[in-house]
């Protein structure tokens, strides 16, 4: 029987609906890693380094609502998935372009899902948001129109977590319904020209040497992202969804939109 915790005290929208019990601080532990990296002084950076680490950041979250748009058509009462919310650029991105949809947001972090919360409030869009702190897992299967899984994939361990949390947005989406996946791919000593010109990012942007070379160690040091395309349209296939197409990269940035699969039990 799923545990409910209200986080009324801290201006969540909603309860949390855990399998787990998450207390206030704590994580669920087979997703430890990947979201306490997103601790409070890293959450505190976040909006100023995605911008430095993940090239074409904004552009990526625009597109995204385009392909959503193309996908769904604009307009109408449309409901979305936004998993892995961070600080809230997803919401904040794609609630200015289309007006009329509304939003289930979720983080495992309590640091990133609080600035989201602070950001969303001040934006208005709260009353168009459901913010959730857990896991996708945690939510209740009930179908959205679409999805977005941004910047996430490429900071879990291994495969199976990849498949398990893509398997987890399909069971909460509408047979055919639209997922917009975006993250790193490729190994970072496959592309040389490419990692040194992400290298030289932060020196253009003005970040000094050594805060620049700790940023980038962190990040390319880290998790191992998916090794190819072919590996992220498989863990897509493995979780159920098909006609995949890439619509953006930069460096080794991608982002595509995928359907799940209209005829397949999940
Ligand atoms: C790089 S941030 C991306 C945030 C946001 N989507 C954006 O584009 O700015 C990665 C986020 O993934 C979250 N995360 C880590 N493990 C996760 C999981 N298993 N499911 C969903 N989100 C997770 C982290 O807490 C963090 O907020």
């Not at 969804?241 to 699969?261: M, P």
């Given at each position: 029987m799923p545990q409910?915790?209200?986080?009324?005290?801290?201006?969540?929208?909603?309860?949390?609906?855990?399998?787990?019990?998450?207390?206030?601080?704590?994580?669920?532990a087979e997703h430890a890693d990947a979201a306490k990296k997103f601790d409070p002084s890293r959450a505190a950076a976040y909006d100023r380094q995605a911008r430095l680490a993940l090239a074409g950041y904004e552009a990526m979250h625009e597109l995204a609502a385009c392909c959503l748009a193309a996908a769904l058509g604009s307009g109408g009462a449309r409901r979305l998935l936004l998993a892995?919310?961070?600080?809230?650029?997803?919401?904040?991105?794609?609630?200015?372009?289309?007006?009329?949809?509304?939003?289930?947001?979720?983080d495992p972090s309590p640091p990133m899902i609080e600035?989201?919360?602070s950001r969303l409030d001040e934006l208005g869009l709260l009353d168009r948001t459901e913010l959730r702190l857990g896991l996708v897992a945690d939510?209740?299967?009930t179908p959205h129109d679409g999805a977005?899984?941004?910047?996430?994939?490429?900071?879990?361990p291994d495969a199976a977590s990849r498949a398990g949390l893509l398997a987890d947005i399909a069971r909460r989406l509408a047979p055919g319904a639209p997922l917009v996946l975006g993250g790193n791919?490729?190994?970072?000593?496959?592309?040389?020209?490419?990692?040194?010109?992400?290298?030289?990012?932060?020196?253009?942007?003005?970040v000094a040497p050594e805060e620049a070379q700790a940023q980038f160690e962190r990040i390319t040091g880290g998790v191992?992202?998916?090794?190819?395309e072919a590996e992220v349209l498989d863990l897509l296939a493995e979780a159920g969804?098909?006609?995949?197409?890439?619509?953006?990269?930069?460096?080794?940035?991608?982002?595509?939109?995928?359907?799940?699969?209209a005829d397949q039990a999940l």
């Open positions: 409910v915790k209200s986080f009324a005290a801290h201006g969540f929208v909603g309860v949390i609906c855990a399998k787990h019990s998450i207390e206030e601080n704590d994580i669920v892995g919310v961070g600080t809230g650029q997803d919401v904040a991105t794609i609630a200015a372009l289309e007006p009329s949809w509304r939003f289930t947001a979720t600035i989201a919360r939510l209740p299967e977005t899984l941004i910047g996430v994939l490429h900071h879990l791919y490729r190994t970072y000593d496959s592309e040389p020209l490419l990692r040194a010109a992400w290298r030289e990012r932060w020196r253009q942007h003005g191992v992202p998916p090794a190819s969804f098909g006609r995949v197409t890439r619509f953006f990269q930069s460096l080794f940035w991608g982002g595509w939109i995928a359907f799940r699969n």
